[in-house]
Protein backbone atom coordinates (compact mmCIF):
# COMPACT_ATOMS: atom_id res chain seq x y z
CA UNK A 1 0.00 0.00 0.00
CA UNK A 2 2.72 2.61 0.97
CA UNK A 3 4.58 1.64 -2.37
CA UNK A 4 1.39 2.35 -4.16
CA UNK A 5 1.00 5.34 -2.69
CA UNK A 6 4.56 6.61 -3.13
CA UNK A 7 4.33 5.49 -6.86
CA UNK A 8 1.77 8.66 -7.19
CA UNK A 9 3.97 11.17 -5.32
CA UNK A 10 7.00 10.30 -7.49
CA UNK A 11 5.13 10.77 -10.86
CA UNK A 12 3.83 14.49 -9.60
CA UNK A 13 7.44 15.23 -8.80
CA UNK A 14 8.15 15.31 -12.28
CA UNK A 15 11.91 13.68 -12.42
CA UNK A 16 14.73 15.61 -14.18
CA UNK A 17 13.51 19.34 -12.76
CA UNK A 18 16.81 21.32 -10.78
CA UNK A 19 15.22 21.07 -7.19
CA UNK A 20 16.93 22.60 -4.44
CA UNK A 21 14.93 21.54 -0.84
CA UNK A 22 12.40 18.34 -0.23
CA UNK A 23 10.24 20.27 2.22
CA UNK A 24 8.16 17.18 4.50
CA UNK A 25 5.48 18.75 6.96
CA UNK A 26 4.75 16.00 8.87
CA UNK A 27 1.61 16.44 11.37
CA UNK A 28 -0.43 13.21 13.03
CA UNK A 29 -3.39 13.13 10.33
CA UNK A 30 -1.57 13.99 6.99
CA UNK A 31 1.97 14.18 5.68
CA UNK A 32 3.09 16.74 2.85
CA UNK A 33 5.74 16.98 0.58
CA UNK A 34 6.83 19.28 -1.60
CA UNK A 35 9.79 20.32 -3.80
CA UNK A 36 11.12 24.06 -3.98
CA UNK A 37 13.50 25.05 -6.72
CA UNK A 38 15.29 28.55 -6.89
CA UNK A 39 13.00 30.94 -8.45
CA UNK A 40 10.25 28.27 -8.39
CA UNK A 41 6.41 30.20 -7.36
CA UNK A 42 4.35 27.87 -5.15
CA UNK A 43 4.97 24.23 -3.81
CA UNK A 44 3.79 20.99 -6.22
CA UNK A 45 2.56 19.69 -3.04
CA UNK A 46 1.04 15.64 -2.64
CA UNK A 47 0.48 13.89 0.59
CA UNK A 48 0.30 10.67 2.12
CA UNK A 49 -2.08 9.71 5.72
CA UNK A 50 0.48 9.26 8.02
CA UNK A 51 -0.45 5.65 9.35
CA UNK A 52 0.99 4.96 6.10
CA UNK A 53 4.37 6.34 6.48
CA UNK A 54 7.06 3.41 6.48
CA UNK A 55 10.60 3.10 6.28
CA UNK A 56 10.59 1.87 2.83
CA UNK A 57 8.49 4.84 1.52
CA UNK A 58 10.60 7.33 3.42
CA UNK A 59 13.87 5.86 1.95
CA UNK A 60 12.98 5.86 -1.57
CA UNK A 61 12.80 9.78 -1.10
CA UNK A 62 15.99 9.29 -2.06
CA UNK A 63 15.17 9.13 -5.63
CA UNK A 64 14.38 12.76 -5.82
CA UNK A 65 16.68 15.11 -7.39
CA UNK A 66 16.88 17.44 -3.65
CA UNK A 67 20.49 19.16 -2.06
CA UNK A 68 18.92 18.79 1.30
CA UNK A 69 15.35 18.01 3.29
CA UNK A 70 13.90 20.50 5.71
CA UNK A 71 11.33 18.71 8.24
CA UNK A 72 8.88 20.07 10.70
CA UNK A 73 7.07 16.79 12.46
CA UNK A 74 4.52 16.28 15.66
CA UNK A 75 4.92 12.72 15.43
CA UNK A 76 8.80 11.54 16.95
CA UNK A 77 8.51 7.91 15.90
CA UNK A 78 8.39 9.20 11.63
CA UNK A 79 10.47 12.04 12.34
CA UNK A 80 12.94 8.77 13.39
CA UNK A 81 12.25 7.79 10.10
CA UNK A 82 12.73 10.23 8.41
CA UNK A 83 16.27 10.70 10.03
CA UNK A 84 17.26 7.27 9.00
CA UNK A 85 15.83 7.36 5.72
CA UNK A 86 17.58 10.32 4.33
CA UNK A 87 20.67 10.01 6.26
CA UNK A 88 22.68 10.35 2.68
CA UNK A 89 21.80 14.10 2.31
CA UNK A 90 21.46 17.19 4.58
CA UNK A 91 18.64 17.56 6.89
CA UNK A 92 17.31 19.74 8.99
CA UNK A 93 14.81 19.01 11.31
CA UNK A 94 12.86 22.46 12.95
CA UNK A 95 12.77 22.41 16.38
CA UNK A 96 13.58 25.63 18.94
CA UNK A 97 17.34 25.76 18.30
CA UNK A 98 16.81 26.38 14.71
CA UNK A 99 17.95 29.32 13.37
CA UNK A 100 14.86 31.66 12.85
CA UNK A 101 14.10 35.08 11.47
CA UNK A 102 11.98 35.54 15.43
CA UNK A 103 12.78 35.56 18.76
CA UNK A 104 10.94 33.08 20.83
CA UNK A 105 9.55 34.70 24.37
CA UNK A 106 8.24 31.10 25.85
CA UNK A 107 9.23 29.06 29.44
CA UNK A 108 9.51 26.11 28.00
CA UNK A 109 10.42 26.52 23.99
CA UNK A 110 11.43 22.82 23.80
CA UNK A 111 7.68 22.22 23.98
CA UNK A 112 6.89 24.26 20.76
CA UNK A 113 5.79 22.39 17.84
CA UNK A 114 8.01 22.53 14.84
CA UNK A 115 4.65 23.77 13.06
CA UNK A 116 3.60 25.97 15.01
CA UNK A 117 7.42 27.56 14.56
CA UNK A 118 6.65 27.37 11.12
CA UNK A 119 3.62 29.14 11.41
CA UNK A 120 4.99 32.22 13.10
CA UNK A 121 7.79 32.52 10.61
CA UNK A 122 5.56 32.42 7.79
CA UNK A 123 3.46 34.98 9.22
CA UNK A 124 6.03 36.96 10.27
CA UNK A 125 7.10 37.18 6.54
CA UNK A 126 3.34 38.09 5.21
CA UNK A 127 2.56 40.50 7.63
CA UNK A 128 5.03 41.45 10.46
CA UNK A 129 3.46 41.40 13.94
CA UNK A 130 1.37 41.87 15.52
CA UNK A 131 -0.11 38.27 14.01
CA UNK A 132 -1.95 35.06 15.12
CA UNK A 133 -1.87 32.09 12.57
CA UNK A 134 -4.91 29.84 13.50
CA UNK A 135 -4.35 26.39 12.19
CA UNK A 136 -6.84 24.20 11.67
CA UNK A 137 -5.65 20.61 11.77
CA UNK A 138 -6.61 17.36 13.74
CA UNK A 139 -6.42 20.36 16.54
CA UNK A 140 -7.03 24.27 16.52
CA UNK A 141 -3.62 26.02 17.37
CA UNK A 142 -3.64 29.76 17.55
CA UNK A 143 0.61 31.15 17.37
CA UNK A 144 1.04 34.68 18.27
CA UNK A 145 3.82 36.55 16.90
CA UNK A 146 4.16 40.05 18.65
CA UNK A 147 7.00 42.71 19.13
CA UNK A 148 9.51 42.30 22.13
CA UNK A 149 11.32 45.58 22.10
CA UNK A 150 12.89 45.62 18.41
CA UNK A 151 12.21 42.23 17.54
CA UNK A 152 9.91 40.42 16.73
CA UNK A 153 9.01 37.12 18.79
CA UNK A 154 6.83 34.07 19.61
CA UNK A 155 4.48 34.68 21.99
CA UNK A 156 2.70 31.08 22.60
CA UNK A 157 -1.04 30.65 21.78
CA UNK A 158 -3.78 28.27 21.99
CA UNK A 159 -4.49 24.49 21.17
CA UNK A 160 -7.93 23.23 20.95
CA UNK A 161 -9.28 20.02 19.65
CA UNK A 162 -10.52 20.06 15.90
CA UNK A 163 -13.47 20.19 14.43
CA UNK A 164 -13.14 16.46 12.96
CA UNK A 165 -11.68 15.56 16.07
CA UNK A 166 -14.91 16.88 18.29
CA UNK A 167 -17.25 15.29 15.53
CA UNK A 168 -15.89 11.72 15.13
CA UNK A 169 -16.11 12.24 19.48
CA UNK A 170 -19.70 12.63 18.97
CA UNK A 171 -20.10 9.97 16.41
CA UNK A 172 -18.12 7.45 18.24
CA UNK A 173 -19.58 7.71 21.97
CA UNK A 174 -23.04 7.99 21.25
CA UNK A 175 -25.64 5.97 19.93
CA UNK A 176 -27.61 7.89 17.70
CA UNK A 177 -25.23 10.62 16.16
CA UNK A 178 -24.08 9.96 12.81
CA UNK A 179 -20.35 10.34 11.55
CA UNK A 180 -20.58 14.13 9.29
CA UNK A 181 -19.20 15.44 6.58
CA UNK A 182 -18.26 19.09 7.53
CA UNK A 183 -19.95 22.26 5.40
CA UNK A 184 -21.77 25.53 6.11
CA UNK A 185 -25.33 24.62 7.18
CA UNK A 186 -28.23 25.69 6.24
CA UNK A 187 -29.53 27.37 9.09
CA UNK A 188 -28.36 27.54 12.72
CA UNK A 189 -31.71 25.66 13.67
CA UNK A 190 -31.10 22.43 12.87
CA UNK A 191 -33.86 20.34 10.80
CA UNK A 192 -32.06 16.92 11.07
CA UNK A 193 -29.63 15.97 13.18
CA UNK A 194 -26.61 16.17 10.15
CA UNK A 195 -27.42 19.38 10.17
CA UNK A 196 -27.64 20.32 13.91
CA UNK A 197 -24.04 18.46 14.42
CA UNK A 198 -23.17 20.90 11.41
CA UNK A 199 -24.74 23.70 12.81
CA UNK A 200 -23.26 23.10 15.90
CA UNK A 201 -19.58 22.39 14.54
CA UNK A 202 -19.32 25.14 11.89
CA UNK A 203 -21.24 28.47 13.90
CA UNK A 204 -19.50 26.70 17.62
CA UNK A 205 -15.89 27.22 15.89
CA UNK A 206 -16.46 30.61 14.65
CA UNK A 207 -17.82 31.78 18.17
CA UNK A 208 -14.46 30.03 19.63
CA UNK A 209 -12.39 31.34 17.34
CA UNK A 210 -13.81 34.94 17.63
CA UNK A 211 -13.94 34.59 21.23
CA UNK A 212 -9.71 33.58 21.43
CA UNK A 213 -8.96 36.27 18.90
CA UNK A 214 -10.68 38.80 21.23
CA UNK A 215 -8.82 37.90 24.07
CA UNK A 216 -5.78 37.36 22.48
CA UNK A 217 -6.01 41.51 21.21
CA UNK A 218 -6.89 42.83 24.67
CA UNK A 219 -3.53 40.76 26.46
CA UNK A 220 -1.70 42.68 23.19
CA UNK A 221 -2.98 45.57 23.85
CA UNK A 222 -3.20 45.92 19.68
CA UNK A 223 -5.25 44.21 17.14
CA UNK A 224 -2.65 41.19 15.15
CA UNK A 225 -3.56 40.90 11.43
CA UNK A 226 -4.61 37.19 11.49
CA UNK A 227 -4.03 34.28 8.87
CA UNK A 228 -5.75 31.09 8.77
CA UNK A 229 -4.32 27.52 7.42
CA UNK A 230 -5.45 23.96 7.41
CA UNK A 231 -8.09 21.87 6.23
CA UNK A 232 -11.22 23.27 7.70
CA UNK A 233 -9.78 26.68 7.43
CA UNK A 234 -12.04 28.08 4.59
CA UNK A 235 -14.97 26.84 6.06
CA UNK A 236 -14.51 28.00 9.25
CA UNK A 237 -12.86 31.44 8.17
CA UNK A 238 -15.74 32.33 5.71
CA UNK A 239 -18.00 33.67 8.77
CA UNK A 240 -15.00 35.29 10.11
CA UNK A 241 -14.12 38.80 9.27
CA UNK A 242 -11.56 38.57 11.74
CA UNK A 243 -9.54 36.40 9.37
CA UNK A 244 -7.63 38.58 6.68
CA UNK A 245 -6.86 35.39 4.17
CA UNK A 246 -6.93 31.58 4.36
CA UNK A 247 -3.17 30.30 3.19
CA UNK A 248 -3.52 27.14 1.91
CA UNK A 249 0.39 26.12 1.92
CA UNK A 250 1.54 28.68 4.88
CA UNK A 251 3.23 25.85 7.19
CA UNK A 252 5.33 24.88 4.09
CA UNK A 253 5.97 28.88 3.43
CA UNK A 254 7.38 28.60 7.40
CA UNK A 255 9.43 25.09 5.99
CA UNK A 256 10.47 26.71 3.17
CA UNK A 257 11.84 29.85 4.90
CA UNK A 258 13.49 27.85 8.01
CA UNK A 259 15.38 25.46 5.37
CA UNK A 260 16.77 28.35 3.41
CA UNK A 261 18.38 30.07 7.01
CA UNK A 262 19.30 26.81 8.52
CA UNK A 263 20.53 24.56 5.50
CA UNK A 264 22.47 27.81 3.58
Known sequence: MAF???????AC??????????????????????????????????HVATRELDATLVEELNALDFEA???SSVVPEKAALFRQGLSLRPLHEISHEST?????????????G?????????VHARVGAPAVVVDFGTAVTFDVVGPIGPEASYLGGVIAPGLASMTDYLHRRTALLPEIDLAEPESAIGKSTTEAMRAGAVYGYRGMIREVLQAIQR????????????????????????VREVIADLTLEGIHLIGERNLA
Open 69 to 71: AVI
Open 4 to 10: FVFGKIM
Open 13 to 46: FAFGKAMRLLLIDNSNTRTKFAVTAPGQDGYDIQ
Open 114 to 122: ADRLANAVA
Open 219 to 242: ELDAAPTVLATGGDAALIAAGLPE
Open 100 to 112: LSIGIDYPHPEQI
